[in-house]
């Protein structure tokens, strides 16, 4: 069965880091991307924030909205793939996913189609 599972989210202040672990298990295919994603409070957008991916080889894209604070990482022995934010904003509050799909990594949530359930982040000021 394949599965995603998040976790790390939290409260946070202002200038605060925090680090959210995606674990995955069950995927069909052995080229893939780890993708995050996230979903503004309010929102309802066809497409969510992209955030960065991390391909099978080990290969990272960000959103230049995020570059120079956060990092994607893997650690493929514990199946887990990390999203590492630091220098948190209230801008940055959110729903966050990881998501997989087989091959390149797109930042596009549209390319996508195996997702977890999401985690809160928010940031207070």
């Known amino acids: 069965q394949v599965q995603l599972a998040e976790s790390g989210g939290g409260s946070v202040q202002s200038g605060g880091s925090l680090k959210l672990s995606c674990v995955v298990s069950?995927?069909?295919?052995?080229?893939?991307?780890l993708g995050w994603f996230r979903q503004l409070p309010g929102v309802v957008e066809r497409e969510l924030g992209a955030?960065?991916?991390?391909?099978?080889?080990?290969?990272?894209t960000y959103a230049d909205s995020v570059k120079g604070r956060f990092t994607v990482s893997q650690d493929n022995a514990k199946n887990t793939v990390y999203l590492q934010m630091t220098t948190l904003n209230p801008e940055d509050t959110a729903m966050y996913y990881c998501?997989?799909?087989?091959?390149?990594?797109?930042?596009?949530?549209?390319?996508?189609?195996?997702w977890g359930q999401g985690t809160q982040v928010t940031v207070s000021s």
């Open positions: 998501a997989a799909r087989s091959g390149t990594c797109y930042l596009a949530s549209s390319w996508y189609n195996i």
């Open positions: 069950g995927l069909p295919f052995g080229d893939y991307c």
């Open positions: 955030i960065a991916g991390i391909d099978s080889d080990g290969t990272t």
